[in-house]
């Protein structure tokens, strides 16, 4: 099966960060060439997203994106690929695309997270590699019915979205 993971290129990091978001892997480094970058994908077997018109090769796969809203360029991606099977949110760090752990309440102190965060008994979040921690909020519910309505997501990911949070 053919893997589903991403290598923005240019000028995409609100979409980047959207991907992330809902769980897709998309590596990201603003400063890389676009050489570097195609080279990148074909190594991790991974689709190249970019506003330049690259033509796909047999072992290059290429997503050209347009020169628009992150939401748009998001539609783009999910009209080619079906992007619901993917979608896990809370699962990867927005900033450096690792997978991330869920934290036991008792160790909230050891992570260092706001006695305000920890009083709400939200499900909480960590990245291993960059150290950042997240926690369960409303904006990813925000997000969602923003994609839902724009009929850029199917229903199917706001279903998952609340069971995820109930368990
Ligand atoms: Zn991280």
Not at 35 to 62: G, N
Not at 137 to 164: F, T, V
Request: aromatic share 8%; glycine share 4%; hydrophobic share 40%.
């Amino acid at each position: 099966m053919l893997s589903n993971t991403f290598i923005a290129e240019g000028k995409l990091k609100r979409l980047v960060k959207l991907l992330r978001m809902l769980g897709l892997s998309c590596e990201y480094d603003g400063g890389e060439s676009l050489q570097h970058a195609m080279q990148r994908a074909i190594l991790k077997d991974s689709i190249l997203l970019t506003l330049k018109p690259i033509l796909p090769t047999r072992r290059l796969r290429v997503i050209q994106l347009p020169e628009s809203s992150h939401f748009n360029q998001f539609e783009k991606i999910s009209n080619l690929i079906p992007i619901t099977e993917f979608y896990n949110p809370f699962s990867r760090c927005l900033i450096c695309n690792s997978i991330l752990r869920g934290i036991k309440e008792d160790n909230s102190i050891k992570f260092n997270i706001p006695e305000s965060v920890s009083e709400r008994g939200l499900q909480l979040f960590h990245c291993n590699t960059c150290e950042k921690v997240y926690w369960e909020g409303s904006h990813i519910q925000k997000m969602l019915s923003r994609l839902i309505k724009a009929r850029i997501l199917d229903k199917k990911a706001n279903i998952l979205y609340e069971n995820q949070v109930d368990s």
